[in-house]
């Protein structure tokens, strides 16, 4: 039964076969790539609102071949409560109690001079210029929580500052920071304060912006500043187990590769977090396999392709923090390198089928258990093991699943280019739209007449308007440009393209490696982009009276 499993070809006759194929790439391409939308946009799910929402949904598919859905799911940082956050990575965010506070230290301190001509050069390290800083960004954006400046530094002209500081997205639900640094120019305000006269845009303080000290190896030359604006906040290392004694000191879960490999990325969530509670029921440490088949329903060739690292699409760094987790190829190492240099070897206990439930191995001391999963499907999915009586004592670790913090990078700079101050509509078509027999309004209702007349009612004119859509046709939004101004996914591509900082990162943890912007990317960060707006206008509640999944089901 393991026929659906795809052909698999390394990667390297995949490059060559791409490369060959350049001469078609404009015209393929681009067709490629909106057919792979099309085909795979799904709305987000507004009434996923909630772990336990997810779980009904799931549950329901129970015993049956999983029903594939390509909605992007709500992953940690979305559904865990601000409350759940890691105390110490708790910052205080800069609140304008906070500001006062440093305000009434500075005036503490030193006898304010009554000279306004002082202010005539701006002196950048002046504190007052943050505090006017941190004023005017309180009041200007009203959805970011600020958590912490540098101290500002020159900007170009004599009356400008550039200054970096670190943030989070009210929206957000994570204790995630993100970077900006913009160039500020001042004038002096009432009482002999500076004054923001004007700010400049997202990213746009490029002196603020922190150059990375690395040691140059080239030349045995002295260590020099390379100014990179790469995030190095992220450390998704691939953890060690160091000694022999630590690995054996362990207790580990292991799930063999079973038939949800190269399933939907639903799919495959739902059986990974299946895996990794059972660990966590067991107190084990779940040794994961980061290495994740994307299903061709997301790939840009249309078909399924392996290799692909967990941490393009999820934060490895938060999941080493929240989980006992081990990687599969430095576990497999070290219990070959123990097996072979030890008499005894490791007990292992072998379980041949998920009907042995997580309840039965909570008394085995063996320091590894073994899920095969080699039975025919769908036998062999890892989330049986969590069906029937175990999922009573199992419960998916929702809050150790956050999307990739690269991917959120581009999600906060597409925000950020608007400023946060944004509407979006959710515009689901594709598939859905051609299908009248189950959703027999949805394609004249989003159609661009039927579009503009509606986002009348609901949006401002000339507002900055995302459109969040599967629709592949570019040009398909352009009558809403006679009334906003519309953003499309596709306008920000330079953030993914070669030159792109998430580019680089990628390519660092693809052993050099260029890395696709594939079809689940592009949803995940269309559908994040989407939660930021201030008034979100959905399909399937704003636009049209057809239900979600079809006729006669809301
Ligand atoms: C799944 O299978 C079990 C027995 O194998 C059965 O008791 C249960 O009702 C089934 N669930 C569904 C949703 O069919
Ligand atoms: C500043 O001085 C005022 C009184 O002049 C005092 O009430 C206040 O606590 C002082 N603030 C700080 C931060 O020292
Ligand atoms: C600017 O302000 C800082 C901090 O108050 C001070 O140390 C520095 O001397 C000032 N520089 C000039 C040129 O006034
Ligand atoms: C910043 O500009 C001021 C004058 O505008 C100058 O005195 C100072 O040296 C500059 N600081 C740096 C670090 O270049
Ligand atoms: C300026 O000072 C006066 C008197 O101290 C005060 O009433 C006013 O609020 C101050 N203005 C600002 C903008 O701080
Ligand atoms: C850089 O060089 C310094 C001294 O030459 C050394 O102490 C430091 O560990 C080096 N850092 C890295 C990241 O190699
Ligand atoms: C990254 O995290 C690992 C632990 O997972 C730690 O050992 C390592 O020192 C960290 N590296 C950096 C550069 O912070
Ligand atoms: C889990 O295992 C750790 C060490 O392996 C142990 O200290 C802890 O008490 C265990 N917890 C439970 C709930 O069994
Ligand atoms: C980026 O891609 C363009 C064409 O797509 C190519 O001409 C250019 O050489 C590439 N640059 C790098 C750094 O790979
Ligand atoms: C990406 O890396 C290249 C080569 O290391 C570098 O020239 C470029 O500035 C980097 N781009 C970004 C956005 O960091
Ligand atoms: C969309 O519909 C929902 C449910 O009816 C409603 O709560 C929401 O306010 C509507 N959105 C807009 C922008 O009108």
Known sequence: MKESIPSTEPIGQNLIKLISNLCFSVFVFSVLIFTVIAITYQPPDPWLESAPAITKLFTQSENATFKNDNSILKTGEDLVAASAITPAMAVEPITESVIERSEEKLTNLSVKSSDCEELRIVNCSDPLVLIAVERFNLKVFKSIVFLGYQTPVNGSKSDECDVAWRFRNKKEKSWRKYRDFRRFKFGIGENCTYKVKHA???????????????????????????????????????????????????????????????????????????????????????????????????????????????????????????????????????????????????????????????????????????????????????????????????????????????????????????????????????????????????????????????????????????????????????????????????????????????????????DGRPVEFDGYMRVAVDTEVLYRAKTRVETFYNLTKDCKDGINTC
């Open 200 to 510: 400049s845009g997202w990213h746009s303080g490029i002196n603020a912006r922190r150059p990375t000290r690395v040691n140059s190896t080239r030349n045995g030359g002295s260590p020099k500043i390379v100014p990179t604006i790469r995030d190095d906040e992220i450390n998704d290392t691939i953890p060690t187990l160091g000694s022999e004694m630590n690995f054996m000191m362990g207790r580990y879960l292991y799930y063999s590769r079973g038939g949800d490999y190269c399933k939907g990325m639903n799919h495959y969530l739902w059986s990974f977090l299946c895996g990794l509670g059972e660990a966590m029921y067991l107190n084990r440490t779940f040794v994961m396999d980061l290495s994740v088949c994307l299903a061709g329903t997301y790939s840009l060739s249309n078909k399924d392709e392996e290799g692909k690292d967990f941490r393009f699409y999820f934060d490895f760094e938060h999941l080493k923090e929240v989980a006992s987790i081990v990687e599969e190829g430095e576990f497999v190492r070290d219990w070959k390198k123990w097996d072979r240099n030890h008499k005894r070897k490791i007990p292992v206990k072998k379980v041949v089928t998920y009907k042995t439930t997580p309840m039965q191995l909570k008394k085995d001391k063996s320091p590894i258990i073994w899920r095969q999963f080699d039975a025919p499907e769908p036998e062999n999915y890892w989330y049986r093991v969590c069906e029937g009586q175990a999922a009573k004592y199992i419960d998916r670790p929702w809050h150790a699943l956050w999307k990739s913090k690269r991917l959120m990078n581009i999600v906060t700079e597409i925000s950020g280019q608007m400023d946060w101050d944004f509407d979006a509509v959710h515009v689901v078509r594709g598939e859905k739209a051609q299908n009248k027999v189950l959703w027999p309004h949805l394609d004249a209702d989003t159609s661009p007449d039927a579009l503009l007349s509606k986002l009348q009612g609901l949006v401002q004119p000339w507002r900055n308007l995302f459109v969040a859509t599967n629709e592949p046709f570019y040009n398909y939004f352009d009558k809403l440009r006679s009334q906003y101004k519309v953003h499309l996914l596709g306008d920000y591509k330079i953030l993914w393209s070669n030159t792109s900082e998430w580019y680089n990162e990628t390519l660092l943890l693809n």
